[in-house]
Structures are given as C-alpha cells and as structure tokens.
C-alpha cells in the first residue's frame, strides 16, 4: 500500500513538474519572440529614411522623427492571420499599430508598416 502511494505521489510529482515546464516555454518563447521583433522595429527605425518606408501615414512619420526612438515594446500578442502579423506596441511612450511579414518558421518577420494607433480610424 505504501508503495502504491509512493509511486502515485512521483508519477503525480513529473506531471506537474512537466506541465510547469511546458508552461515555462511557452511564456519564455512569447517573450523572446516579442523582443526579436522589437528589436526589427528598433533597427528599421534607426535611419530616417527607415522611418519614411515604414511610416504608414505624415503624422506617423512625424511623430517619429520628433525624438530618438529610445525603447519599442511590443504590448499585445498576434492580432493579424495567416502570414500577416499585427501588433500593438509602444514606441517613446506613444502607442503604434506595427505589422510584419511571416516568412516561416526560425525567421525573422518582415517588418512592413507602422501607424500612429491615435490616428487609426475606428
């Protein structure tokens, strides 16, 4: 009997342990993820003439020529659909609708717009 119990109370032990851990990567890969396509807006932003391809409308554009881009956040999940990525984020503490590109599995997105959310019709 006591036996039994043992083995239920271990088999019961690596279940959880195993769920904590599928649980652990999903939460880590999420924010990786999120930092990896930050740091693509980071980088697109760093010129001027990346931030006239990628601003979506003047207004954005002069939003973001106003100040040095600082820190991009990327404050949602996937909003977008099949290949299409959509993100809300903030960029200098002003909130931007920012798509990319899927180019599959292991690559980096694309990066292909980014509008001021503020001026985004509703």
Same mark, same amino acid.
């Given at each position: 009997m006591k036996r039994t119990f043992q083995k239920l109370l271990f088999v019961l032990l690596a279940l959880?342990?195993?769920?904590?851990?599928?649980?652990?990567?999903?939460? %880590?890969?999420? &924010?990786?993820? &999120?930092?990896?396509l930050a740091n693509v807006v980071q980088q697109g932003l760093s010129t001027d003439k990346g931030i006239r391809r990628y601003a979506a409308d003047k207004l954005t554009r002069k939003y973001l020529r106003k100040k040095k881009i600082t820190k991009v956040e990327?404050?949602?999940? &996937?909003?977008?659909?099949?290949n299409i990525l959509y993100f809300a984020s903030k960029i200098n503490h002003r909130y931007y609708? %920012?798509?990319?590109?899927?180019?599959?599995?292991?690559k980096t997105p694309l990066l292909k717009t980014i509008q001021d959310a503020a001026e985004m019709p509703e």
């Open positions: 959880v342990l195993l769920l904590a851990g599928c649980y652990g990567l999903l939460v %880590i890969h999420d &924010n990786l993820y &999120n930092s990896r990327i404050s949602s999940d &996937n909003q977008g659909s099949g609708m %920012i798509t990319f590109k899927d180019r599959g599995f292991g």
